[in-house]
């Protein structure tokens, strides 16, 4: 019998200027307001904590306009977990909303696809539309987490834990990877950047910071397929998730359950 995990998504940053026609390959007519939230994500249980994705830290919200909440690791502090008994973080993608705060998680190894590692690093970081959303400092910091022993490679869909699975979508990067958590309510999907919004896999449309369109459009099939059902499926920056689920008790606004059912139905 596979173990049932708690999943928190912890809410760390915030982008209110952005719009849909920002959102959507191709714009949307109505170019109405649609901001986005900035999330890690903790699964424990099992005698598990496991961090998935690193945000970025209050500098880098600065530099990039986005307007910080609080550091993902004081939070996780305030849950109970210590950042340095950490020992296995996942990376979905290498973004830097995704990758920074290189310091927070001293002891922990690193999980990343190895196609996102040639990505970041490869012959695509030449074009400026591409190279946008990485920081070099990130990309480094992973290279020498490399040479020191704290990076475990995956190559496609792996086991990273019973009841735990990581599968390599691409799309929005070329290794985009996603986490698939199995709960007390079934197969939890934490969807990343996969889908950025509910809309786009509700709607199939693409997030316009893509690498491959069609791979960004398959992947929305394999992640309802994984998932038990559309609301099971978590997408990486929708601040419609705050409100769907349960608030953690003394963290309002900040932290929410995403193992227990919707409070509020998808519209």
């Known amino acids: 019998m596979l173990p049932d995990y708690e999943v928190l998504a912890i809410r760390y940053a915030h982008n209110p200027a952005a719009r ?20 890690v994500w903790l699964i424990r249980g099992n005698n598990l904590a496991v961090v998935v994705d690193t945000g970025f830290s209050r500098a880098m919200a600065e530099k990039r306009a ?9 939070t996780l502090g305030d849950l109970g977990v210590d950042p340095n008994g ?22 922990a190894r690193y999980h990343l ?34 040479f020191a022993g704290r990076v475990v490679f995956h190559d496609g869909d792996s ?7 990581l599968h390599r979508l691409g799309g929005h990067t070329d290794g985009l990877q996603i ?17 950025h919004f509910y809309a786009n896999i509700e709607q199939e449309r693409s997030f316009p910071l893509v690498f491959n369109v069609g791979d960004m459009l398959e992947g929305f099939r394999t992640v309802r397929g994984l998932a038990d059902g559309l609301d099971h499926v978590i997408p990486g920056h929708d601040p419609l998730v705050m ?25």
């Open 20 to 39: 849909s026609s920002h959102n959507f390959i191709g714009g949307d007519q109505h170019d109405v307001p649609m901001p986005l939230d900035y999330f």
């Open 179 to 195: 986490v698939r958590v199995h709960t007390r309510r079934g197969w939890v999907v934490l969807a990343s950047d996969a889908s």
């Open 113 to 146: 696809q190895d196609r996102e590692m040639r990505y970041a690093t490869g012959r695509c970081m030449c074009h400026a539309t591409l190279r946008a959303p990485f920081e070099a400092d990130d990309v480094a910091e992973m290279i020498r987490k490399v």
């Open 159 to 165: 086991e990273f834990a019973p009841g735990i699975t």
């Open 86 to 107: 950490v020992r296995d973080v996942i990376i979905t993608h290498l973004h830097y909303d995704h990758a920074g705060n290189h310091d927070l998680f001293p002891n």
């Open 243 to 267: 409100s769907r689920y349960p608030a953690v008790p003394g963290f309002e606004g900040r932290v929410v359950r995403l193992d227990t059912a919707p409070i509020t139905a998808a519209s």
């Open 66 to 74: 986005r307007q910080y909440l609080a550091c993902p690791g004081e």
